[in-house]
């Protein structure tokens, strides 16, 4: 028989990475559906350490489910989450070492003073989703400590802890 | 003030004569002629069930609602057919901007599929008895949220009875906001009680200035200063608390917290922009309510009972250089959260960054 090579990891950033994300969000339908109706477009965008394009992707999501990733060009968004890719890794390794976002690298206090994250916005009612839908945006992240992914240099995040747990530090 | 039924219904013969037949089986069938209009509700997206949204029809709907309300006073059911007789039930506020709000009807719905029970969905267990100040910190804080929270649960008790009924989705959105608020009471004071600490001091400067919001002499008023207003700094306080928390059981005590209060705020935002596009004079009287009513904010967010455990919550301890810590991180946070407030002001037709005299910081 021939030998039957495991899919390459997915890469982060990139639509397949959220859309797999997305994916991992209708496994945990149960979960969601429990924090309740979650209606937000934002976006996310990723800046390159090399001065280079960002990433840019919308997110949309519809009571309990993400229907939709796209390019975050000529999308109107609640709120856009942008940071350098340093600090979007640094949450996206931890969620994966931990299983979920401690403190430290929780979405809130990322953003808290926009020091590693910053929340762009045109209206103050389309930010303040990112408040009243703040579980299930992180919840939202916390499943990339289910993917398979890698880096644009080639490293991973680092394998899960073995106490890996969903503990706040 | 007593009202009474202009009968006895227990010495109504015509009544009772009535009663006695339709038990024979002789119905009158007056209901079954009445000529409401002819609906047929059905949800337009089944995973959210049938929502007020989808009822919004014909008569039945909220878009019927008009901006005065003149025939209406009972308890009669919007869009049913009116009889004579019905009682007044004395509601003073009658005007449909006085309360309304675009996103009203959607942020009900928000509610009940957003809501959490402290006793089941906080993982107390997680709590342990940890540090001693940082803990102390911790059940002063949540007694002063205790104290917040209540006046937050009465603001809407206060008015809801007074709404005319017609606007009942937005009745029921107040009553949303009381259990929110019960639940933020609930949250807060078991979270205090697991510290080992009990319930700290009461503050008397948080507590008279929330007494002024809740003395506000109109609606409008009352949702500017409470859920605009007090609602802003209340949602960076929870923001803040998830922030610090050192556990994930105060981490999502206080995200789920600020979830519900960003309720409140969306509400206020959302209300203030209807009022004021409908009644554009009254952005000078609620501007000047402003300028007598923000100085609550310092007795809230100034008093000690709550300042000061955030800035030891910061701090990690009340070591002299972890202090200064603490104590930048409490600056930055109330200029965060002056500036959110802002600009929500501003949004709704209100800006107050040349106006306000709020203290500005040096961050």
Redesign the interface.
């Known amino acids: 028989m021939p030998a039957v090579s495991a899919p390459p990891p997915l890469r982060f950033p990139s639509r397949d990475f959220f859309e797999a994300l997305r994916e991992a969000m209708r496994a945990e339908r149960e979960r969601f559906s429990r924090l309740g109706f979650f209606d937000t477009t934002f976006g996310v965008r990723i800046s390159s350490d090399d001065g280079g394009e960002p990433a840019e992707f919308a997110l949309r999501f519809e009571v309990f489910d993400c229907v939709g990733v796209e390019s975050l060009a000529g999308v109107e968004t609640d709120f856009v989450v942008e940071g350098p890719f340093a600090a979007w890794r640094e949450m996206l390794d931890t969620i994966h070492a931990l299983g979920a976002a401690d403190t430290a690298h929780s979405l809130n206090t990322l953003t808290h003073f926009g020091e590693q994250l910053r929340v762009r916005y045109d209206d103050p009612d389309g930010h303040d989703k990112l408040y009243r839908f703040a579980e299930s945006i992180q919840e939202f992240f916390d499943l990339s400590a289910r993917l398979d992914f890698a880096y644009p240099d080639g490293s991973r995040p680092p394998a899960a802890r073995a106490e890996r747990q969903r503990s706040a530090r | 003030m007593a009202y009474y039924a202009e009968k006895n219904f227990f010495e109504d013969q015509q009544l009772i004569e009535l009663v006695t037949n339709i038990l024979s089986g002789n119905l009158t069938l007056e209901w079954y002629t009445a000529e409401g209009g002819r609906v047929r509700a059905r949800p337009s997206?089944l995973?959210?069930g049938l929502t007020y949204e989808d009822c919004n029809l014909g008569p039945y709907g909220y878009d019927a609602i008009p901006e005065f309300v003149r025939n209406r006073y009972s308890m009669a059911a919007r869009g049913s057919v009116l009889v004579s007789k019905l009682p007044d039930l004395g509601y003073t506020i009658n005007r449909r901007s006085d309360v309304w709000s675009d996103?009203v009807v959607?942020l009900y719905?928000?509610a009940k599929?957003?809501?959490w029970a402290p006793a089941v969905d906080v993982p107390w267990a997680?709590l342990t008895a940890g540090d001693s100040v940082r803990e102390a910190a911790m059940a002063q804080l949540c007694t002063f949220l205790e104290e917040v929270a209540l006046v937050a649960m009465e603001m809407p008790s206060k008015w809801v009875f007074s709404i005319n009924q017609e606007f009942l989705e937005l009745k029921s959105f107040l009553c949303a906001q009381m259990i929110d608020e019960a639940r933020h009471v609930e949250a807060w004071r078991k979270r205090a009680l697991t510290s080992g600490h009990g319930l700290g001091r009461a503050s008397v400067s948080a507590e008279q200035a929330l007494k002024e919001l809740l003395s506000a002499e109109t609606y409008p008023e009352a949702s500017l200063g409470t859920n605009l207003l007090l609602g802003s700094f209340v949602?960076a306080m929870c923001?803040?608390i998830?922030?610090?928390?050192?556990?994930?059981?105060?981490?999502?005590l206080a995200?789920?917290a600020?979830?519900d209060?960003?309720?409140s705020?969306?509400y206020g935002?959302?209300h203030m922009r209807y009022h004021l596009a409908h009644q554009p004079g009254k952005a000078v009287a609620l501007a000047e309510y402003l300028d007598r009513t923000e100085h609550v904010v310092l007795g809230i967010a100034g008093s000690p009972e709550f300042l000061e455990p955030v800035v030891i919550l910061a701090a990690g301890s009340v070591d002299r250089d972890r202090l200064a810590a603490g104590s930048r991180f409490a600056r930055?946070w109330y200029t965060?959260a002056v500036e959110?407030y802002f600009?929500?002001a501003a949004?709704v037709g209100l800006p107050r960054r040349e106006r306000s005299r709020l203290p500005r910081l040096d961050v």
């Not at chain 2, 998830?242 to 999502?252: C, F, H, K, M, S």
């Open positions: 997206d995973r959210r996103n959607a719905e928000e599929a957003r809501r997680e949602l923001r803040a998830a922030a610090l928390a050192e556990t994930r059981a105060d981490r999502l995200t789920l600020m979830q209060v960003a309720r705020v969306a935002v959302g930055r965060s959110e600009e929500r949004a």
